[in-house]
C-alpha cells in the first residue's frame, strides 16, 4: 500500500448511488442546523457538538462497511455517525432532547449515543478514549473470528494522546482488524494543528508502528469512500490495521459554547465556497444530468424530516425516575 493516498482515478459511480451520498450527507446538514437551533432554544442541554462541514468522512466511510459484522467506535461528535447508518433521525433527535423514545433512552444526549443493536459503541465524552476501546472491540472480531473489522474515529487533537500510541502498539503486533480514522478538522477546541503538533501530517503517525497511512481528502465523499474501500480490504485481508488522516473542516465551533474567536470569517467562507462536500457532490450530479429541481426536492423533503424529528422529540416524555437503576451494568451472575 502507498504511505499516501494519491487519488488516482476519480470512483466510477453511478447516479443512484451518488445521489445517496448526497441526500445522506443532506440530512446530517439539516439535522445539525436544526439541533443548533434546538439547543439555542435550551431543549438540548450539556454539550452539543455539531458535525457540520465533516458529513463526506463519515458517510465516505460508513458506505464502505459490512453493516451485519463490523463495528464503529467514536468520540463526542457522534450525531453524524449514527445518522450514517441510516438510523431514523426521530429516535436520535429525541436522544439530543433527553426524551425516552431516544435510542439511549434519553441518557446519553449528544455525547454519549451507543447502540449494540447497530454495533455502535459510542459517543465518549474523553477525548482520545474511544481509540483504545476500538482495540478491544477488533480484538473481539478477531477472537470470535467473525470477519468484522472495528473502524475507531478520533479527531487531530485526540491524535496527540498517550493511549492512541499504545493502542497503535498492540493492534499492529497483533495484526487487529482496525482502522484509525482521524478526521482531522484543522483545529483541537480552539488550538489550530501547526500550533499542536510536531507533526502535522497525521496519516504518518502509524510509521513508528509500521501501520501504513493513508491521507485523504475529507470533504470529497467519492474519494473517502475510494480510499475506504482499499484500506478495508487490507485488514480485511488480516494484514493489521489501516491509519486513515480524513482532512476535514467543521464551520462551527467546536462545541455550542465556542464563538470560535481564533480564526477568521473569511477562513470559513473560503473553505464553504471552494471545497464544501455537499456543494461538491450536487455539482457532480449536475453534470450527471440531474435536475436542479430534483435536488430541490430533496432537500425540501429532508428539511420536512428534520422538523418531523424535532417535533416528535419535542411531544416525547422524559424518561422515569426508575430509568436511573437500568442499563448501569451489563453481564450475567
Known sequence: MQQTFEQQRRYETGEAELLTFYEQMLLIRRFEEKAGQL????????????????????????????????????????HGHMLAYGIDPKIIMAELTGRLAGISKGKGGSMHMFSTE???????GIVGAQVPLGGGLALAHQYRDDGGLCLAYFGDGAANQGQVYETFNMASLWKLPIVFAIENNQYAMGTAVRRSSAETEFYRRGTAFRIPGMQVNGMDVLEVRQAAEVAFAHVRAGKGPVLMELETYRYRGHSMSDPAKYRTREEVQEVREKSDPIEGAKADLLRLGVSEDRLKEIDKRIRAAVTESADFAESSPEPGADELYTDVLVGSY
Open 118 to 124: 447497530h454495533k455502535f459503541y459510542g459517543g465518549h
Open 39 to 78: 439547543y439555542g432554544l435550551g431543549l438540548i442541554g450539556g454539550f452539543c457538538h455539531l458535525y457540520i462541514g465533516q458529513e463526506a468522512v463519515a458517510i465516505g466511510l460508513q458506505s464502505a462497511l459490512d453493516n451485519e459484522k463490523d463495528s464503529v467506535i467514536t468520540g463526542y461528535r457522534d
